[in-house]
């Protein structure tokens, strides 16, 4: 099946730095790659997505790169806020229609220090 | 907005119980999830659905099984609990073509096996 690799484990940055967080996936017929933030106490948010025809996503503060060729994706938050704060997933799909599954990465835990 | 309810936030059973834990959405989702998390090892998935009385296994089905009788309720039952199954687990809804849609998280029931 689809392998998903993330890094780094863990991130820690001042508060208004960039924050970078990378993954590489197997499949090359994957073409759908969610970002979810996991707070303390819940369940994973989606915050960004990228489909396979977008090379480049931005929403405000965040965002997500996809390089198919090299089958890797990155996630940017600029001017980070202590409510920054999270474990963060990446996700890519693999399967066949009607039975399309997500592989998440590990995840990156993401502090922010005032 | 999407919402995804699991009934209960925790849960404490004994070794051999049969346990039961339920989710239901609101959006008329045609998938359904079970994920458990574990420190480490990220969100690995148990068992899905895409239609009701349908099922699959995911990554992970052995101690488990399913049951979805209604579209918006997918039931995870763990036969005969054991204390290797003490973990967080995730139930998420999507529409049909997971290929590019997002999947939606419940706030996860967190299990202990006594």
């Known amino acids: 099946g689809e392998n998903v690799e993330q890094h780094p484990s863990t991130l820690s940055v001042q508060e208004g730095d960039s924050a970078v967080i990378k993954c590489t996936y197997s499949?090359?017929?994957?073409?759908?790659f969610p970002w979810y933030k996991q707070e303390l106490g819940k369940g994973p948010q989606l915050i960004i997505d990228?489909?396979?025809?977008?090379g480049e996503k931005k929403d405000q503060r965040i965002a997500v790169t996809l390089n198919k060729t090299a089958k890797h994706f990155s996630l940017h938050i600029t001017e980070t806020q202590p409510e920054d704060s999270a474990v963060y997933f990446c996700a890519a799909t693999f399967g066949r229609a009607g039975s399309y599954q997500l592989t998440f990465g590990k995840g990156t835990k993401l502090s922010v220090i005032p | 907005d999407v919402k995804v309810t699991q009934s209960s936030r925790y849960l404490v059973k004994r070794t051999g119980e049969k346990v039961f834990l339920e989710c239901v959405q609101d959006m008329d989702h045609e998938n359904m999830f079970w994920y458990r998390q574990d420190p480490g090892l990220g969100l690995r998935l148990i068992y899905f659905?895409?239609?009701?009385?349908?099922?699959e296994k995911g990554d992970i089905p052995e101690g488990y099984s399913v049951s979805r009788e209604k579209k918006e309720r997918f039931s995870l039952i763990l036969e005969s609990a054991s204390t290797n199954q003490t973990s967080m687990y995730l139930c998420?809804?999507?529409?049909?073509?997971?290929?590019?849609?997002?999947?939606?998280f419940g706030d996860g029931t967190r299990l202990s096996i006594l």
């Open positions: 990228i489909r396979s025809n977008v």
């Open positions: 499949d090359s017929a994957s073409n759908y």
């Open positions: 659905s895409y239609d009701v009385k349908m099922k």
């Open positions: 998420a809804s999507s529409f049909w073509d997971v290929s590019n849609q997002p999947q939606h």
